[in-house]
């Protein structure tokens, strides 16, 4: 899917997120729920492929488990398959008091390696200089871990800056650490879970609450980094590895 959707070319966010876990029991009434309100994205369906970046010791990751006030990511996405010279988002994500803010950059993915292993300067904007300050500050940032999912996007019938993504099939791995590869790895989740986010400018909606109460659904402070990381800790301490 390389042709991108308003939300997909969008450069700048600031919103709250929130995540929860659920089955496909769950997911179900969720569905149902939020048929009146919702509707399919413009591109609804994204096969979404993920470098983060971190340095060796993961610095970053172990920052955001901590759960500190503030925190920040660095990333390379693409949704679907680039090849070396297609156009990726580099992406310099931030959360500060549960608010997110988001800021990215569009650049072809050959260029944007360049750019982290400093073969070349970013681009002379202020997301640009944002990026460079980042890389300059954490030094020894590199691609750490890829992680694929597949989602499925929703925008308010009324209230467009009302988002709902559901992902499944959530994968990583620490090998070919490239967007122009197959979705193989190490699954996050256990099989038959989907991972809800709900990005809004304010609480959530009335009626989500309550599908949300009925069936039980409790918000998590869920990381898709963060889970990888954990398991790559515990499998380093088993020594062994489970792809799929």
């Known amino acids: 899917n390389k042709e991108a959707s308003p939300v ?20 179900k009434a969720v569905l149902t729920a939020m048929d009146p309100h919702m509707v399919p994205d413009e ?3 994204s096969s979404i492929r993920n470098l983060y970046l971190d340095t060796p010791n993961y610095r970053l990751i172990r920052r955001s488990l901590e759960k500190p006030i503030y925190k920040e990511k660095l990333r390379v996405r ?13 992406e310099l994500k931030k959360k500060y008091l549960s608010v997110v803010y988001k800021r990215r950059i569009s650049i072809p993915q050959d260029q944007a390696m360049a750019c982290i292993d400093g073969r070349r300067p970013w681009q002379n904007s202020q997301i ?5 300050y980042t890389m300059d500050f954490y030094q020894a940032l ?3 871990v890829f992680l694929s999912y597949e989602r499925d996007s929703f925008r308010g019938v009324e209230d467009e800056e009302l988002r709902i993504t559901f992902d499944s099939e959530i ?3 620490q090998e070919e650490l490239t967007l122009d590869s197959d979705t193989w790895g190490i699954p996050i989740l256990p099989p038959g879970q989907v991972l809800m986010e709900l990005k809004v400018a304010g609480g959530l909606p009335l009626w989500m609450a309550h599908v949300l109460s009925e069936q ?29």
């Open 8 to 27: 997909k070319n969008q450069m700048t966010f600031q919103r709250y997120e929130f995540k929860y876990l659920m089955d496909y029991r769950q997911l």
């Open 43 to 45: 591109y609804s369906h």
């Open 78 to 90: 693409s949704y679907g398959q680039a090849g070396e010279h297609d156009p990726v988002f580099m």
């Open 128 to 132: 640009g200089r944002e990026l460079a």
């Open 142 to 144: 590199r691609p750490a």
């Open 171 to 173: 994968r990583y791995r």
């Open 216 to 244: 039980g659904i409790f918000k998590t402070s869920f990381s898709k980094y963060g889970a990888a990381y954990q398991d790559i800790m515990l499998n380093r301490q088993r020594g062994e590895r489970k792809y799929a």
